[in-house]
């Protein structure tokens, strides 16, 4: 059973930094993208970033570019999410997904965690 | 960045009875290989969203039958044949065509 538990989530002040962690299990981690999303309270979906299997390649939403930073490690089977320089309108509910990529060649997540909150707020 | 937009916002179905969401990209979601990388999703209540339809039309293991996705080019559409009570939530499109992926704003659906 796939499983993706997020943690790392919490209060922080403006200008401030969060880590956040996905542990995975279930699957084999090294051989998936992973990607994080995210959910404004009473809101909908945004996307924030992609990781390739081996950490080659990453991909980020325009307004986190230079802010965010997102890694894996595959000998834990655990993707990041580092996050700078932190505004209010970050407070959300924070998704990891795992990826999958389909024979058509287009990809998704198939696999969501729970979410852990985060709130930027003094 | 393609812009997707779901109608109705809110739908109010009686059990047993069909319901069908609308989705529209901004733009043409190209085909490649044949294909068109639009997906739907179900957020249950507290829950994280749940993979429903994949590639518009193919229902992603374990998705009951009734669930069933079409459409091609900017408009595409989700339909559930008969809703059940299970069937309550939010869902949502996204597109993987280009980055930045983008979701639908949602369609909250709710049994009568």
Known sequence: EVQLVESGGGLVQPGGSLRLSCAASGFTFSN???SWVRQV???????????????SVKYYLDSVKGRFTISRDNAQDSVYLQMSSLRAEDTAVYYC?????????????DYWGQGTVVTVSS | ??????????????????AS?????SQSLPQSRGETYLYWFLQKSGQSPQLLIYDVSNRFSGVPD???????????????????????????????????????????????
């Open chain 1, 32 to 34: 998936y993208w992973m």
């Open chain 1, 41 to 55: 309270p009473g809101r909908g979906l945004e996307w924030m970033a992609n990781i390739k299997e081996d950490g």
């Open chain 1, 97 to 109: 997904a795992k990826i999958f990529y389909y024979r058509s060649g287009g990809y998704s997540p």
């Open chain 2, 1 to 18: 960045d393609i812009v997707m937009t779901q109608t109705p916002l809110s739908l109010s179905v009686t059990p047993g009875q069909p």
């Open chain 2, 21 to 25: 969401i609308s989705c529209k990209s």
């Open chain 2, 66 to 112: 009734r669930f069933s996705g079409s459409g091609s080019g900017t408009d595409f559409t989700l339909k559930i044949s008969r809703v059940e009570a299970e069937d309550v939530g939010v869902y949502y499109c996204m597109q993987s065509t280009q980055l930045p992926w983008t979701f639908g704003q949602g369609t909250k659906v709710e049994i009568k």
